[in-house]
């Protein structure tokens, strides 16, 4: 296919404001409008969750945003494609809300973070029903990445060229972290200095909102627990969870990319840097999701048990989609990243180029809860946890409330915390709407089965390194197989002794098997593909965030 032949949102001489004139659907965008129109419509107030001293809860009415957090353009120095391209690429899957979390580099900080904001200005103009935020990918002292962004300000921009100066693993060269090196302390302690300093920013009103979120945390093994657990605790209103399921989600696509590529491009091994305390199977995925997730009984689940939110995400972690013709235009004589902050503009090719990404939106979508539209909405979703996610366009939508069956309320959602007294009889419902078309890869998913997963709440831990949480565990698994439509499952659960949490997660059904922590815990998890054969479209899941039950005098 031409330059002159390329679909409208492919183009990147067309204006991202232009795509309702060149015929791109907005039809997911705009049913998400009219939703907004009649459910904030019926007034701003938002109805108070139930404060700590009364049993029940009452969360607000949602509705949810779809968005991607991890999205690489022109201004990061290994990708390729136009911001224009993301932003319309974006648009055509639905989302509407993204984040651009350009890669740290001197280029970046000196040059590129400058002119990227300029296009993000114009593009929220164009776009007002597209949230556009400007965001970083910080290279963690002594660990792996994480995005971080903030709420549109006169010194967003400002904020995280500060940050990305002073504290960037790479720009400082502080990344050792291997157990017992001499600056590892150093480094680790850095990392927390750094969640705090954007604490700070945000309680000095320099910036509206900031939030950072870890990625891809177990590719390469050198995020430990003792390292997540730090960063969560350095300030938890700022670093509120990580990737569930990192990007990439296309490298094992048959016949793509060799027979030893894995979905997430998780084919590392455990090097001098990793923790040691991980085993092999760690860095592999799980239907596509991070063994940390992914393990019923496992590290999120252990940071779970301890009481305390940390939200999961997925996204596209885009820089090169696969089947795309693309390629990176050539350097003008005597020009680099290092000095321009920004690659040249791609050039088609007409054949397909190397890549393992989906575009935004294309097959992984993070889905935030809000009360109204809007960039600190999005935020505020993501900081309660009102959070679920799914690949492949899996479902329309789903809804969770869990509540005492003697209370008439709404009962509380996802992030939330419901206080009961020991012995109470509870309802968790769950409102689930089926994919009503097919997905971007032609298929009409279906849901196979809904998994309930309990743990029960014990409190901070002694040891910080745990990865184990051994009360965690699937305690119902229902069958939806050809169920179409909206419908509710209603699940009873009785409060006992202790506190406890409760999530959910389901699958197409096309491949699963004995969790990781055995069949005992979770007998129908999610499994590796076997290297070279992941097709990502055949092997689809839905997580969503954890309900809290707080147990009076436990």
Not at 390 to 409: E, F, T
Request: net charge negative; glycine share 12%.
């Amino acid at each position: 296919m031409s330059e002159q032949q390329l679909p409208a949102w492919a183009d990147p001489s067309v204006s991202p404001g232009d795509l309702d004139a060149q015929g791109v659907s907005r039809r997911g965008l705009l049913r998400r409008a009219g939703l907004f129109g009649a459910a904030f419509a019926l007034g701003s107030a938002v109805p108070a969750a139930a404060s700590p001293q009364r049993h029940g809860g009452d969360d607000p009415r949602l509705a949810y945003l779809v968005g991607d957090h991890h999205v690489h353009s022109v201004y990061s120095h290994d990708a390729k494609y136009t911001f224009t391209q993301q932003a319309r690429a974006a648009a055509k899957y639905g989302l509407d809300w993204m984040v651009f979390n350009e890669h740290s580099n001197f280029g970046h900080a000196e040059h590129g973070a400058r002119l990227e904001h300029a296009e993000i200005v114009k593009a929220r103009s164009a776009n007002p029903r597209q949230l556009i935020f400007q965001g970083l990918e910080w290279y963690i002292p002594a660990a792996e990445h994480c995005t971080v962004f903030a709420a549109p300000g006169p010194h967003e921009t400002d904020l995280l060229t500060r940050f990305e100066l002073a504290y960037d693993g790479k720009l400082l060269n502080y990344t050792e972290g291997a157990a017992g090196a001499t600056d590892t302390a150093r480094n680790e302690a850095h990392a927390v200095k750094a969640v705090k300093w954007l604490a700070e920013q945000r309680r000095s009103g320099y910036v509206d909102d900031v939030l950072v979120l870890a990625n891809h945390p177990l590719r390469l093994g050198i995020d430990s627990p003792h390292e997540m657990r730090a960063w969560r605790d350095a300030a938890p209103e700022i670093m509120i969870g990580m990737e569930g399921a990192p990007g990439a989600q296309g490298a094992a696509i048959p016949g793509w990319r060799g027979t030893t590529s894995i979905r997430g491009e998780y084919e590392n091994k455990p090097s001098a840097q990793s923790w040691p305390g991980y085993p092999a199977d760690a860095y592999l995925t799980y239907g596509g999701f991070d063994w940390a997730t992914a393990t019923v009984g496992g590290l999120w689940d252990s940071m779970l048990a301890e009481g305390r939110l940390f939200t999961i995400t997925t996204n596209s972690d885009n820089h090169r989609t696969v089947f795309d013709t693309w390629k990176n235009g050539d350097w003008p004589a005597g020009q680099s990243f290092d000095t321009t902050g920004k690659l040249p503009d791609p050039v088609n090719t007409d054949t397909p180029q190397a890549g393992s990404d989906f575009w935004p939106g294309e097959f992984s979508r993070t889905h935030v809860g809000v009360t109204r539209y809007g960039y600190r909405a999005v935020m505020a979703g993501l900081r309660a946890g009102r959070v679920w996610l799914d690949h492949g366009h899996l479902l329309d939508g789903l809804d969770v409330r869990l509540k005492r069956d003697c209370d008439s309320g709404r009962g509380v959602t996802l992030g939330g915390r419901l206080r009961v007294r020991k012995g109470e009889k509870l309802t968790l419902y769950v409102t689930v709407t089926s994919a009503s078309r097919p997905n971007p890869q032609g298929i009409l998913p279906g849901l196979a089965h809904v998994d309930v997963i309990r743990g029960a709440v014990r409190g901070p831990v002694s040891d910080q390194d745990t990865w184990r949480a051994p009360d965690t565990r699937v305690v119902r698994t229902q069958d939806v197989s050809g169920r179409k439509g909206t419908y509710t499952l209603r699940v009873p659960l009785t409060a006992g002794d202790e506190s406890f949490y409760v999530r959910l997660r389901g699958s197409d059904g096309n491949r699963h098997g004995a969790g990781y922590l055995g069949a005992a815990i979770d007998p129908n998890g999610p499994v590796p593909h076997t290297p070279g054969d992941g097709d990502p479209w055949a092997d689809t899941w839905f997580y969503s965030n954890p309900v809290f039950v707080d147990v009076a005098g436990a």
